[in-house]
T-cell receptor
């Protein structure tokens, strides 16, 4: 049971480049989330999705784009990366109506923007 | 929106001692309070949670208490072991209002170190 996976685990990119972080879950959970983790800020929600083709902004959505064409995938795109987007990014999923609040996290992607 | 404050930011204990981490929240309508443990290089892992209709919940060596009146909740770890060393995060789920899903707001995290 793979659970929730993220790729790549590490990424270095240059300012202005487009970067896509991938998230895949095998549980068929309806809800998926993207967080960024920065020292002193804990985890902050970027975007979330209630189902395929349904997405909504979180606390810090600026500079990010998401899509969800399939239930199991929830990619996060930085359209034009900035140094302030250097962070560790976590994807999470939740079982929706059955266990609506319990979120399960992936291993994270460490992104460095130079 | 919801605001969650977590204290202390670092906590150092001897093996076998108890550890307590405290969080306060601002939205009185929040109704779900999970705790996550994050080990180095890994994603956060849910270890225990409590809902607003319950005052205390225990699971072996860990327990969580909730005081709705004071809007604070705490994580208690007894008989600590070196493998308990990690970063612990509290969170609160704000009431969803018109939407079907309320978002989790996380505290800033506590680095717990258990010395053998």
């Amino acid at each position: 049971d793979a659970g929730i996976t993220q790729s790549p685990r590490y990424k270095i990119t240059e300012t202005g480049r487009q970067v896509t972080l991938m998230c895949h879950q095998t549980w068929s959970h309806s809800y998926m989330f993207w967080y960024r983790q920065d020292l002193g800020h804990g985890l902050r929600l970027i975007y979330y999705s209630a189902a395929a083709d349904i997405t909504d902004k979180g606390e810090v959505p600026d500079g990010y784009v998401v899509s969800r064409s399939k239930t199991e995938n929830f990619p996060l795109t930085l359209e034009s990366a900035t140094r302030s987007q250097t962070s560790v990014y976590f994807c999470a999923s939740s079982d929706g109506p059955l266990r609506p609040y319990e979120q399960y996290f992936g291993p994270g992607t460490r992104l460095t923007v130079t | 929106g919801e605001n969650v404050e977590q204290h202390p930011s670092t906590l150092s204990v001897q093996e076998g001692d108890s550890a307590v981490i405290k969080c306060t929240y601002s939205d009185s309508a929040s109704n779900y309070f999970p705790w996550y443990k994050q080990e180095l290089g890994k994603g956060p892992q849910l270890i225990i949670d409590i809902r607003s209709n319950v005052g205390e919940k225990k699971d072996q060596r860990i327990a969580v208490t909730l005081n709705k009146t004071a809007k604070h909740f705490s994580l208690h770890i007894t008989e600590t072991q070196p493998e308990d060393s990690a970063v612990y995060f509290c969170a609160a789920r704000a009431n969803a209002g018109g939407t079907s899903y309320g978002k989790l707001t996380f505290g800033q995290g506590t680095i717990l170190t258990v010395h053998p």
